[in-house]
């Protein structure tokens, strides 16, 4: 049976990977995975770290998409990818990747999913969670200091320069795009049981978990 995708959209830090986490937990673990767009991002070794640092990673160029639509291609086919892993310290792919086999749903998230149509088209169920600009950046700011190796300093001038404008720009306008919108992502219990219940719906006994 074709693969149910399914896009989970919205700004930094609005949430995202924990309303995909939450439908995760809900069905079967075998049935289920989740795609990463940031795991897509360009690698740019061609340029020093120092200008690596200084990129707009904020803009949809900034992604692989062509890849991501390719394996989302193959594993409707029944094909597994290989699905790349990158690190946000270096702002590098790493050497290794992640197989990914098959499975009757896909969770594709991040930031841009919705707004290029090749991989918009590709969307059965989009989701975007709608989280307030406040909330996102307090959630960045930490989440950057603890996972990512950056500077408040660094932060603050990447928010400004990149994450805002393009937030703005293309995140916040690709909301039209949604079918569903989960306003404050991870805490809104009710929105996240609406789509796992509709999920169900479309997989069926495949997914009643
Ligand atoms: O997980 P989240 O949706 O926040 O990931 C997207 C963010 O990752 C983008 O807003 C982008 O600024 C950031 N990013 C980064 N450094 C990279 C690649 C992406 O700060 N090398």
Same mark, same amino acid.
């Given at each position: 049976?074709?693969?149910?995708?399914?896009?989970?959209?919205?700004?930094?830090?609005?949430?995202?990977?924990?309303?995909?986490?939450?439908?995760?937990?809900?069905?079967?673990?075998?049935?289920?995975?989740?795609?990463?767009?940031?795991?897509?991002?360009?690698?740019?070794?061609?340029?020093?770290?120092?200008?690596?640092?200084?990129?707009?990673?904020?803009?949809?160029?900034?992604?692989?998409?062509?890849?991501?639509?390719?394996?989302?291609?193959?594993?409707?086919?029944?094909? @597994?990818?290989?699905?790349? *892993?990158? +690190?946000?310290?270096?702002?590098? &792919?790493?050497? $290794? =990747?992640? /197989?990914?086999?098959?499975?009757?749903?896909?969770?594709?998230?991040?930031?841009?999913?919705?707004?290029?149509?090749?991989?918009?088209?590709?969307?059965?169920?989009?989701?975007?969670?709608?989280?307030?600009?406040?909330?996102? @950046?307090?959630?960045?700011? *930490?989440? +950057?200091?603890?996972?990512?190796? &950056?500077?408040? $300093? =660094?932060? /603050?001038?990447?928010?400004?320069?990149?994450?805002?404008?393009?937030?703005?720009?293309?995140?916040?306008?690709?909301?039209?795009?949604?079918?569903?919108?989960?306003?404050?992502?991870?805490?809104?219990?009710?929105?996240?049981?609406?789509?796992?219940?509709?999920?169900?719906?479309?997989?069926?006994?495949?997914?009643?978990?």
């Amino acid at each position: 049976m074709r693969p149910l995708i399914i896009g989970v959209a919205g700004g930094s830090g609005s949430g995202k990977t924990t309303v995909a986490r939450r439908i995760v937990e809900a069905l079967p673990p075998a049935g289920v995975n989740i795609l990463e767009h940031d795991a897509y991002y360009r690698d740019r070794g061609d340029i020093s770290y120092e200008e690596r640092c200084g990129l707009n990673f904020d803009h949809p160029e900034s992604l692989e998409t062509e890849l991501l639509v390719e394996h989302l291609a193959a594993l409707r086919e029944g094909a @597994a990818i290989d699905v790349p *892993r990158y +690190d946000f310290k270096t702002h590098r &792919r790493a050497p $290794d =990747s992640r /197989r990914v086999a098959p499975t009757p749903v896909v969770i594709v998230e991040g930031i841009l999913v919705f707004v290029e149509a090749k991989l918009r088209d590709q969307l059965d169920i989009k989701i975007y969670v709608d989280t307030d600009a406040d909330i996102r @950046a307090f959630r960045r700011i *930490r989440r +950057d200091i603890e996972h990512r190796g &950056r500077t408040f $300093d =660094s932060i /603050r001038e990447q928010y400004y320069r990149t994450v805002r404008p393009m937030h703005l720009m293309f995140v916040e306008p690709s909301k039209r795009w949604a079918d569903v919108i989960i306003p404050e992502g991870g805490d809104n219990k009710i929105g996240i049981d609406l789509v796992i219940a509709l999920i169900r719906q479309m997989r069926g006994a495949e997914m009643a978990g």
